[in-house]
């Protein structure tokens, strides 16, 4: 095998498929990547699979001689990563993982390197869906909906399936949903293409993208999706593994089992207290008072004041010290104390963009939602905290 490409193109799709390959591999082939040089084609694909999550990418490349093994993940990166920009060579004289001299020599206008690879027989091919249905979605959608909904997700691996993000089809978008337990967020996104069938199947209905997928692949798509413009995404799924394809990129992920919780009789229909008020003032009040919240338990409490449209937050952490700020608010309904977690809190306003932000609430222990006003259709619940006086 040999080829030449530049430095720059090499480093980024190796930083990119990196994410991959599994800090503990239960098998030493799985530390590596795969890379196949396919001279018909003049392109590199590299590839990494942890036997949950997968990605593959391609970039064009001068392949003189065609070819595939597998190399050091962390070692190549670091390597390549370091290297001068300009053109690579990289060179394998012999397919014998046996052979004593199976090492690719890297060559740059700086000096060259050699890395000891392993047969490419031994890496696991990337999951394929065959038979199963298939969704084109725009990209914009899908890093919408999964930004303003990851943060929700749980990091508790006892709670399999709450550790994704459930994807709905919906007749007029997409709908993603996100819960930890403590708080819930749903995001419904317009102008997703309609489910069609694959070829080898049946008509596929309306709301057939029905799957909970991991964050933690979820979060490598949308940073691989960031890169994208314009372009929609292929999601091919069957009862047990998603991938989605764009361009020259894949990735691929096992889905979680189980049933996703009924999240949707968990946001109540009507309130009797509603608060509007300015998001980067309300954020900026919680991140200071943040500060005395986490030197005890992390508990901010609100104070809706109707008759002057006031909010205040305070905390009071014993032994340490307390704290008080006022902000303007429009505030219908009576006056009331509630409590909430300030970090939750604060992930949902950072992850709102909008100008303004609306609290809707019934009591001091029933949900709170919290909505942005004029974008994207999103509810972040999160449930109050019970404070004995």
């Given amino acids: ?4 490409c530049s430095q720059n193109s090499l480093s980024t799709n190796l930083s990119l498929v990196s994410r991959a390959v599994s800090s503990r591999p239960s ?3 799985l530390a590596n990547i795969l890379l196949v040089a396919d001279d018909e084609l003049q392109q590199i694909r590299l590839s990494a699979f942890d036997l949950s999550l997968g990605i593959q990418t391609s970039f064009p490349a001068d392949i003189v001689v065609g070819g595939k093994l597998t190399l050091p993940a962390k070692l190549l990166t670091d390597i ?3 290297l001068p920009e300009g053109d690579i060579t990289l060179e394998n004289e012999t397919d014998d993982p046996t052979d004593a001299n199976f090492l690719t020599t890297l060559t740059c206008a ?4 050699q890395v000891r690879g392993m047969s490419a027989d031994e890496f696991p091919e990337l999951p394929v869906v065959e038979g199963g249905e298939v969704a084109h979605l725009p990209v914009e959608s899908l890093i919408e909906g999964l930004r303003s909904s990851l943060f929700s997700a749980s990091s508790d691996e006892t709670k399999q399936v709450l550790t994704g993000v459930h994807l709905t089809m919906q007749p007029d978008g997409l709908e993603f949903a996100a819960t930890d337990g403590h708080r819930l967020t749903v995001v419904q996104t317009v102008n997703a293409d309609a489910v069609e069938a694959d070829t080898k199947t049946a008509k596929v209905a309306d709301n057939a993208l029905d799957v909970t997928i991991p964050a933690k692949a979820l979060q490598e798509l949308t940073k691989m999706l960031e890169r994208q413009t314009g372009s929609d995404v292929a999601v091919h799924f069957d ?5 989605f394809e764009w361009t020259d990129q894949r990735l691929t992920s096992r889905l979680l089992e189980g ?3 009924n999240y949707r009789q968990l946001v109540p229909r009507q309130f009797s207290r509603q608060i509007t008020a300015e998001r980067r003032l309300l954020l900026g009040a919680l991140e200071r008072i943040a500060v005395l919240a986490d030197q005890k338990n992390n508990i901010v409490k609100l104070t809706l004041d109707s008759t002057n449209q006031l909010l205040s937050l305070s905390v009071d952490a014993q032994d340490v010290g307390s704290g008080k700020e006022t902000i303007p608010a429009q505030i219908t309904g009576d006056d009331l104390d509630v409590a909430f977690n300030v970090k939750y809190l604060m992930d949902g306003l950072k992850t709102i963009a909008t100008t303004e932000i609306q609290i809707q609430l019934n009591t001091a222990t029933s949900p709170a939602i919290v909505t942005p006003l004029g974008s994207i259709k999103m509810t972040y619940l999160v449930m109050p905290v019970q404070v004995r006086s």
């Fill in 259 to 261: 049933q996703y919780p």
């Fill in 80 to 82: 390549v990563s370091r």
């Fill in 110 to 113: 700086s000096g060259r390197y």
């Fill in 27 to 29: 098998h030493p082939v």
């Fill in 239 to 243: 009862q047990s593994q998603v991938v």
């Fill in 1 to 4: 095998m040999k080829l030449v």
